[in-house]
């Protein structure tokens, strides 16, 4: 009766059967009479396809089935009919979300020694589990064994019955450990006070060796030069009461107790990391040397000014100075030879590091010598002041100035304590290392193939020359894949392609792939973490993130 509505009923029929032969079979479509589109449901996918002939919907009515996997795991043959309220003349495919619930999440993974601490088990409990081996973040193993946190937690209500049991036991366990530590501690300090009431006939420890060589043993000689000095300079000053000797005595007994706050900060900086410190104490010097420049400002450079004060408000005659003179000539030669130890420590230290001399006093590389530098390049200049002052007081007879050499004495203890303050604190906010050597690093990174830019970096001066280095890195994927790639056997993934036949087994195949790719890129990041530690080996600590 209508032979062209014929015609194009057979053709529409055509194309809807070439667009169901793409979905499998397994489509939904719905007609509007209202509209000019047609709408396919795939699985998860809604395709949006053009209705050329609105008025064939109703002839041409095809309804196609989808299998859903419910909860109890079986199929059931529902029509499906999503609505897409816009209009479209391109086939559009919509990932609908999924929903990710705790069932999924419970497929985390947990190593052993969590699964025995956290969930009161034993070892033989754990053999029973599925066992996981998985890429180690640590340098010293490739893998470790790990578990599905769901086995452990169902083997931990096994072995226990109940939660409740289950925090119980915990409770009991830190009451148990908390008495074991306090135990421990009262043994240590039994053992501390035989050892000391015995002898300690342990073997030299790392701390008493540190003071042998390097900074430690310019920081002991400093200590015992300057306490007879700070002896004979107050028997001196009883004798003469001259204030530039007082003020000497009090130079060089302010020397000697921050030299002892040093020779503490060397011994507790060569500490072991631990937990609740896991960089280290490294920063001890810096700390020490803090404290030094603080203590000469406050009992060197204070106590000099007001002995100086003093003397120019109420001055007193002196006695004769013959003594006094001797003993600032031995102050003097004293004090320069542990100048000169530790002008040859440092120089030493400069050329190892591959600076100069000034450069490396001025950045504080080492505190420790950096402070007995400068205390004994003051002490120098302060025995020739205080030696010029009292010879133009004998020679003059006034003691004017005598208090106005204490008071150059307490200026220049107060100079050197400012730049000791400032150049320690700056190291204690985490200064950054060299541009060269920043330069250095970052050129390694970009030159290896997997990184395609570095970002935000960071390279932090720890301390004793040890720096931590961190970075945004921005990987190629293309070469992480192909890295992977190269591990596998083709023909095994070719044919595992090949029989992708449904959009679950796709999922499957690109989970697999995907997650051992991700394992790659670890891989990646620690090689290049590994690279930087063996080129640089000031580099102790590494920390790289992905962008």
């Keep these: 009766m209508f032979p062209g509505l014929a015609a194009a009923a057979a053709a529409h029929r055509c194309s809807w059967a070439a667009l169901c032969r793409l979905g499998g079979g397994r489509a939904a479509t719905r007609g509007r009479s209202q509209g000019w589109k047609n709408v396919m449901t795939f699985e998860s996918f809604t395709y949006v396809v053009p209705d050329i002939h609105p008025h064939l919907s109703i002839i041409n009515q095809v309804k196609l089935y989808s299998t859903n996997v419910q909860k109890g795991g079986q199929g059931s043959q529902t029509p499906k009919a999503d609505k897409v309220p816009s209009l479209t003349q391109t086939v559009k495919a919509v990932l609908k979300k999924r929903d990710y619930g705790s069932k999924y999440t419970k497929n985390n993974f947990i190593t052993g020694v969590r699964a025995i601490n956290e969930f009161c088990l034993k070892s033989s409990d754990l053999e029973q589990l599925r066992k996981i081996r998985r890429r180690s973040p640590h340098d010293d193993t490739e893998s470790f064994t790990v578990f599905l946190r769901s086995d452990v937690e169902a083997k931990a209500l096994e072995v226990w019955g109940s939660l409740e049991a289950l925090a119980r036991e915990k409770k009991l366990r830190k009451e148990a450990e ?165 002008i040859n420590e440092l120089r030493r230290s400069a050329q190892a590091k591959g600076t100069t001399f000034y450069k490396y006093v001025m950045e504080s590389r080492d505190p420790s010598t950096n402070v007995i530098l400068l205390e004994d390049t003051a002490a120098v200049l302060g025995v020739i002041i205080a030696a010029t002052c009292m010879g133009l007081t004998s020679i003059t007879g006034n003691p004017l100035y005598d208090s106005l050499g204490s008071l150059g004495v307490g200026t220049l203890l107060g100079v050197v304590s400012a730049f000791l303050i400032y150049t320690n604190t700056e190291a204690l906010l985490g200064r950054s290392i060299q541009p060269e050597q920043v330069q250095r690093l970052t050129e390694l990174l970009e030159s290896d193939p997997s990184v395609r830019a570095i970002h935000d970096v960071k390279a932090t001066d720890l301390g004793l020359g040890k720096v931590r280095f961190k970075a945004e890195v921005d990987f190629d994927g293309r070469v992480v894949t192909r890295s992977y790639l190269e591990k596998q056997d083709f023909d095994q993934m070719m044919q595992e392609i090949q029989e992708v036949k449904t959009p679950e087994q796709l999922e499957a195949f690109m989970l697999k792939h995907g997650e051992n790719i991700i394992d790659t890129l670890g891989a990646e990041v620690d090689r290049l973490e590994k690279e930087l530690k063996k080129r640089n080996p000031e580099v102790r600590h590494v920390d790289l993130e992905i962008l």
């Design 178 to 342: 908390i008495e074991y530590r306090e135990r421990l501690f009262r043994n240590q300090r039994i053992l501390r006070e035989y050892g000391d009431f015995l002898g300690n006939t342990k073997p030299r420890s790392r701390a008493v060796s540190v003071f042998l060589k390097g900074p430690g043993k310019v920081v002991m000689v400093a200590i015992c030069i300057n306490g007879l000095n700070c002896f004979f300079k107050f028997l001196a000053w009883i004798y003469t009461g001259s204030a530039s000797m007082f003020s000497e005595a009090i130079h060089s007994l302010s020397d000697t107790c921050n030299q002892g706050l040093l020779a503490l900060g060397i011994s507790k900086s060569v500490q072991t990391p631990d937990p609740s410190h896991p960089y280290g104490f490294s920063n001890m010097r810096y700390i020490s040397s803090l404290i030094s420049g603080v203590g000469i400002f406050m009992m060197g450079a204070g106590l000099s000014w007001y002995h100086g004060i003093m003397g120019l408000l109420h001055p007193q005659p002196m006695e004769s100075l013959l003594w006094a003179y001797c003993i600032l000539a031995g102050s003097l030669v004293s004090e320069g030879a542990t100048l000169l130890v530790a």
